[in-house]
């Protein structure tokens, strides 16, 4: 099959075809070098620019001040996970986490083998809906670092604004929302993000860090868990995920080429209202997750009457070519990721389907 399909997975997903491209364009010869990015050295003068084009392309985009460092890690967002209560909390210091759906609860997990990880807000109970407002949350007394997750990928969560943790330095999991809308980056102390859904493939995981929380690290940590030696060595201690730098410097060119991340925010926002519009105007056949105030604009989630049918949907709409709306294992329904790079056409041809759907089995 050459024809490509309309793909709904929550990551790895969908890329810009145009991305594709250019890298198939280059996969024998990186601009007539006679070697792919994966045969050449890290650190040779060719990959020395893709890597500081694709920086400075995330610096861009992002507004990311000078304060601030961008890191390539690996391990994923769920290293991630282990490394901040590593380098940032130690036995009987405190760490606050607000947990909004099963992400978060992974992270504070591993917060938990370091410190006191404290949730202080845990939406489990009422089935990981929510966002809290900032009334509800009541940050711990001298707490080491708050932690969220910006966009809930399972459940279909996301926060729309930026957390503010009142001088308390915020640390955020953005992994299915990074590079979708606008941040006060300067809002956070640290922002972590696995590649694979906004910014090109798995395997290779973004770190914006600012300089005073490098300087927290305690000496004599174990040297590939050392922020501070990561950025001192410009990510490149050890050979770095060569291939996925690469399409993320592509990714960045793409987005500059589309008008950037406020076009982007505004394409997400409509792509979002036309599914959420259809769902809502199913008279209950399809019901969202998500409280309104938090329906992510990246993962919408949402159920049908009965888990038979839903199957169904998932299995009907594949062999029409719309692909990966199962929901995930652990909370089942359907979700429909529909980060940058997915078209506003698939979304149209989803609630086409949806509509006809519903007229046969509604
Ligand atoms: C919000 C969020 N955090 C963390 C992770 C874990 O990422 P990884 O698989 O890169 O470890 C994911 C994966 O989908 C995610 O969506």
């Known amino acids: 099959m050459t024809e490509r399909i309309y793909n709904f997975s929550a990551g790895p997903a969908t890329l810009p075809v145009a991305v594709l491209e250019k890298a198939q364009r ?20 060719h990959f020395d620019e893709i890597i500081e084009r694709a920086k400075s392309g995330l610096r861009n985009h992002l507004n990311i001040p000078e304060n601030y460092q961008i890191l390539f890690l690996q391990g994923g967002a769920s290293l991630q996970f282990s490394m901040i209560p590593i380098n940032f909390l130690r036995e009987g210091e405190t760490a606050d986490y607000v947990v909004t759906g099963a992400w978060g609860k992974k992270a504070i997990k591993e917060a938990k083998r370091a410190g006191n990880g404290v949730a202080i ?18 940050y711990s007394e001298n707490a080491n670092y708050i932690h969220y ?11 729309k604004r930026d957390l503010d943790g009142g001088g308390t330095p915020v640390i955020c999991d953005m992994s299915s929302n990074i590079l979708s809308k606008r941040i006060g980056i300067d809002k956070y102390a640290m922002i972590y ?14 770190v914006i860090i600012r300089d005073d929380m490098l300087a927290k690290v305690p000496k004599n ?13 410009g990510s490149m201690l050890n050979t770095p995920n060569t291939w996925g730098i690469y399409i993320i410097d592509l990714v960045c060119q793409w987005l500059s080429e589309n008008g950037g991340i406020s ?13 959420y519009d259809a769902i809502d105007s199913s008279d209950g056949f399809y019901r969202g997750h998500a409280d309104r105030n938090a329906r992510s604009f990246m993962n919408v989630t949402f159920n049908l009457p009965g888990e ?19 929901g995930h294992r652990s909370v089942g329904g359907i979700r429909a990721s529909i980060y940058n790079a997915f078209p ?3 979304v149209q041809t989803l609630v086409d389907f949806m509509e006809d759907f519903c007229k046969t089995h509604g």
């Open 149 to 159: 997750t910006s966009n809930e990928t399972i459940e279909g969560v996301e926060f």
């Open 221 to 233: 940590q174990h040297t590939l868990l050392d922020y501070r030696a990561i950025a001192s060595k």
């Open 344 to 346: 506003k056409e698939g």
């Open 26 to 45: 280059e996969l024998l010869s990186l601009n007539g070098i006679g070697m792919s990015v994966m045969e050449i050295s890290h650190r040779s003068k």
């Open 308 to 326: 038979d049918l839903e199957k169904r949907f998932a299995e009907e709409a594949t062999s029409q070519g719309l692909d990966g709306l199962k």
């Open 263 to 275: 076009a982007m925010e505004e394409r997400n926002e409509a792509k979002a209202k036309i599914l």
């Open 121 to 138: 807000y845990d939406s489990e109970k009422s089935g990981f809906k929510s966002v809290p407002t900032d009334d509800e949350l009541s």
């Open 193 to 206: 993000a696995g590649a694979q859904k906004n910014i090109g493939p798995s395997g290779v995981t973004l």
